[in-house]
């Protein structure tokens, strides 16, 4: 019988995802528009997941916790599944599953349709993103999950534009939305081989200095 061993990261990961849940529930019947904030709650949550799930590879490369990438998968799920319920709130609560007024709003409103293409993307990445998928695609698998640039890229595009934002005249509310793309920007370039490197190569200069310094330290008498 398979035995699960836990780290620490990971209980705490498991249980901290689902407390924003909890509280976005419980608040749900105290807020004057609970659909649209349980909505706009939701949607945010997972875009917050996606770029802690991004973060990890960047945060090994920079400071070598090799331990957050047992939460990566995990992140990247958890954002899958507030999408989920970001979107399912949208087509159930807001429109009562009519998709005669669905219809109406897609075709209305563009970042409904940028939304929905990155969640089935997501979605497919979710899917592929466990043991099995990655031995029968072989190196299918990662240039299946890069496809995870073009998600991040498509929901900031939604974040944007759901905020009424104008990203060619800055105008509107956008600073949440380019907040977030500039360090999903920066993710990204972390990402970049030769980028990775040079951030692996600071790192162990870092530590040799520190190394360094401790053996040249004079001990206290």
Request: aromatic residues 14%; proline residues 3%.
């Amino acid at each position: 019988m398979k035995k699960f061993n836990f780290t620490s990261l990971q209980i705490i990961t498991h249980i901290a995802v689902w407390l924003p849940l909890i509280w976005f529930i419980i608040q749900y019947s105290s807020d004057i528009n609970p659909i649209q904030a349980f909505t706009q709650r939701t949607g945010k949550t997972a875009l917050i997941l996606l770029v802690l799930s991004l973060s990890c590879t960047p945060i090994i490369t920079l400071f070598g916790l090799r331990q957050v990438g047992k939460i990566r998968r995990a992140l990247g799920l958890y954002a899958l599944m507030y999408a989920g319920i970001h979107f399912f709130t949208f087509i159930g609560l807001d429109y009562g599953f009519d998709w005669s007024l669905l219809k109406g709003a897609i075709f209305e409103k563009t970042y409904i349709v940028v939304g929905l293409s990155a969640l089935l993307i997501l979605s497919a990445l979710g899917a592929t993103s466990f043991r099995y998928w990655q031995k029968r695609l072989g190196k299918k698998w990662k240039r299946l999950h890069k496809l995870v640039y073009l998600v991040s890229g498509l929901v900031i595009l939604h974040y944007g534009w759901a905020k009424k934002g104008d990203f060619l005249r800055l105008q509107g509310d956008i600073v949440g939305p380019v907040s977030f793309g500039l360090l999903i920007a920066f993710l990204l370039i972390m990402r970049i081989p030769a980028v990775r490197k040079w951030g692996s190569g600071l790192r162990s200069r870092f530590n040799n200095r520190i190394r360094t310094m401790n053996r040249t330290q004079p001990e206290n008498i």
